[in-house]
Nanobody, 128 residues
Framework: VQLVESGGGLVQAGGSLRLSCAAS????????IGWFRQAPGKEREGISSISPSHGYTRTYYRDSVQGRFTISRDSAKNTVYLQMNNLKPEDTAVYYCVTWDPLNEWSVIAGANDADFWGQGTQVTVSS
């Protein structure tokens, strides 16, 4: 399993960024994919996830990003995106793309505090 994030950077408050997660080494459509973040001095937190590509698509958002972030996936490119709008200084963190063993039910994955596989992370910095 390999997850490679890109798209991080420095942006002013109110701005937007789109993170990408390129996946390889597994059957992409069978796996839920998510995003975690960790700010300096804080615990990591799961902020969004999207169900496998089969059937009805389900998404999860942490309350703090609901309405501002949108997760999506492109099966043709084996890529998951996190569109982040109206960014705030408190969104500053390292953002990680993650996935879970496909045997896990969505009820376990949505809002999970941990994941089975992690990317290397990409830094997002929001200036005030």
């Amino acid at each position: 399993v390999q997850l490679v994030e890109s798209g991080g950077g420095l942006v002013q408050a109110g701005g937007s960024l789109r993170l990408s997660c390129a996946a390889s080494g597994f059957t992409f459509d069978d796996y839920a994919i998510g995003w975690f973040r960790q700010a300096p001095g804080k615990e990591r937190e799961g902020i969004s996830s999207i169900s496998p590509s089969h059937g009805y698509t389900r998404t999860y958002y942490r309350d703090s990003v609901q309405g501002r972030f949108t997760i999506s996936r492109d099966s043709a490119k084996n890529t998951v995106y996190l569109q982040m709008n109206n960014l705030k200084p408190e969104d500053t963190a390292v953002y990680y793309c993650v996935t879970w063993d496909p045997l896990n039910e969505w009820s376990v994955i949505a809002g999970a505090n941990d994941a089975d596989f992690w990317g290397q992370g990409t830094q997002v910095t929001v200036s005030s």
